[in-house]
């Protein structure tokens, strides 16, 4: 593998989708392995994805078709569930696409229709999901320099980093509209960032014409090493997913922030087995970084917690009552289960807190989170 240095952006690419990587790796158990989505916690999830999928077949009336879309599927986990937990009214007029780069696994619903790519653009009608897909689309990061310059970051297949050119043009924009690398008082720069990792930065850089007056500029200058990713790839990611459906639902379900409390040393990190690591750009872990999903959304969208999400499809945490115990103790402890479940998936200081956005698409779709 080569050597050279290179955004974060190809870096990622290569090691997550390129040949042999850790998404395109067809052996072993896939994402599952490595770490654990709300798809895993429960069929409780799923379901939920049922009662939205029969939502947006009430408000479409009925189509003869239904398509329900998962983007990033992994092993198929989530719309197996979907699909068992349909009313067969319903399920015997879906058609189910799984997007994903992975080789099909071996004995998924022969009714799924595998695809590496989404659908032609208005080819579908019905739901569009993605569960913690986007925060896999590669971004490049930056990173202020000595003088409050974001510039971008450069990284080799062993995670060593160092800084390159001043953010400039679409990327500039982007960082001036989403995330200002604004001062953040107190605060020095974060461990792992590209200015402490050994390698030395460039020369000191000039102003970069056009944005003396943004944070982060000659003019207004902001701490050494505050990091941002660069979410246009994302933007762009969603845009093209929600063109699939002619009408509908498009949803996404993810890590998130939004623009007022953005992290200032951002949240580019890797999983491997279980774990939280260092982002290593060599196939051998995930990369991720959480997803700005105030700057993917667009007009008429809703954006809501998980949580809040969950609630309104009926995944409710509740403990079933004691009288129960008595009266029927198998049922108390499959009740007393699926409690816990719910309340893992409607946790609000962990998976309840992931940002879910709602596109409908054509119109007759709003809204079903409210019924």
Request: charged share 20%.
């Amino acid at each position: 593998m080569t050597h050279d240095w290179c955004g974060w952006r190809d870096a990622t690419e290569r090691a997550l989708y390129g040949p042999g990587g850790f998404y395109t790796c067809g052996d072993g158990p896939g994402p599952a392995g490595h770490f654990r989505t709300s798809v895993h916690v429960s069929p409780l999830y799923a379901g939920a994805l049922a009662t939205l999928l029969c939502r947006v077949d009430a408000s479409l009336g009925g189509p003869a078709e239904l398509a329900l879309v998962d983007v990033g599927a992994g092993r198929g986990e989530l719309l197996t569930g979907v699909l068992a937990a349909l009313p067969e009214p319903v399920r015997a007029r879906v058609r189910p696409y799984a997007v994903e780069r992975a080789p099909r696994p071996a004995g998924l619903d022969d009714r799924v229709t595998w695809l590496a790519e989404l659908p032609a653009p208005g080819s579908l009608t019905g739901l569009l999901f993605a569960n913690e897909w986007l925060d896999n689309v590669p971004v490049d990061v930056a990173e202020t320099d000595g003088s409050g310059v974001p510039r971008y970051v450069l990284v080799r297949p062993d995670g060593t980093e160092r800084l390159g050119d001043p953010v400039t043009g679409a990327d500039a924009d982007w960082l001036a509209r989403w995330w200002p690398m604004s001062p953040v008082s107190g605060k020095g720069p974060g461990p792992g960032g590209a200015s402490d990792s050994g390698e030395v930065p460039g020369p000191t850089p000039t102003p970069v014409p056009g944005t003396d007056s943004a944070p982060g500029s000659a003019a207004h200058p902001a701490p050494p090493g505050l990091r941002a990713e660069i979410g246009r790839p994302r933007d762009a990611a969603w845009s093209r997913a929600v063109r699939t459906l002619r009408a509908g639902l498009a949803a996404t379900a993810d890590y998130a922030h939004t623009r007022d409390a953005r992290p200032p040393y951002g949240t580019l990190t890797g999983f491997r087995e279980g774990r939280e690591v260092r982002p290593v750009p060599d196939g051998s872990c995930d990369i991720t970084a959480h997803v700005a999903l105030d700057a993917c959304a667009r007009p008429g969208a809703e954006h809501l917690s998980q949580r809040q999400a969950l609630h309104a499809l009926g995944v409710d945490g509740s403990r079933p009552p004691l009288a129960l115990a008595s009266s029927d103790p198998a049922a108390y402890v499959r009740a007393l289960a699926s409690a816990g479940a719910a309340a893992e998936l409607t946790d609000p200081a962990g998976l309840g807190s992931f940002g879910w956005l709602l596109q409908p698409v054509g119109g007759s779709c709003t809204g079903l989170l409210a019924r």
